[in-house]
Nanobody, 122 residues
């Protein structure tokens, strides 16, 4: 089994910064692309950023420049550094991981974290 756990969310003032972490654990042979998504009751889930095992990144156009995604392969962890936060960034942020659990299994599987709340407000 694979677990994906986010941490680092909280309340921050507009213009502030937060760093989210997401650690994957369990039966993992290879950790592929990992990414951050966010959702609110009013909006469907949307991509924030993703990063491949080779450190290629992809950002939502509106967020590029404020958010930075990175990963530590030794720790099976992906990070999201968020700067200049705005009230419209308020959302539940979810971590996604594509995992090859075992070497003999040719398939990759998708796993999601439970989400961490980010609230940007004065």
């Amino acid at each position: 089994q694979v677990q994906v756990v986010e941490s680092g969310g909280g309340l921050v003032q507009p213009g502030g910064s937060l760093r989210l972490s997401c650690a994957a654990s369990g039966t993992i042979f290879r950790l592929n692309t990992m990414g951050w998504y966010r959702q609110t009751p009013e909006k469907s889930r949307e991509l924030v950023a993703e990063i491949t095992s080779g450190d290629r990144t992809n950002y939502a156009d509106s967020l590029k420049g404020r958010f930075t995604i990175s990963r530590d392969n030794a720790k099976n962890t992906v990070y999201l550094q968020m700067s200049d936060l705005k009230p419209e960034d308020t959302a539940v942020y979810l971590c996604h991981a594509s995992v090859r659990p075992q070497s003999w299994d040719f398939r990759d599987y998708d796993f999601w974290g439970q989400g961490t709340q980010v609230t940007v407000s004065s």
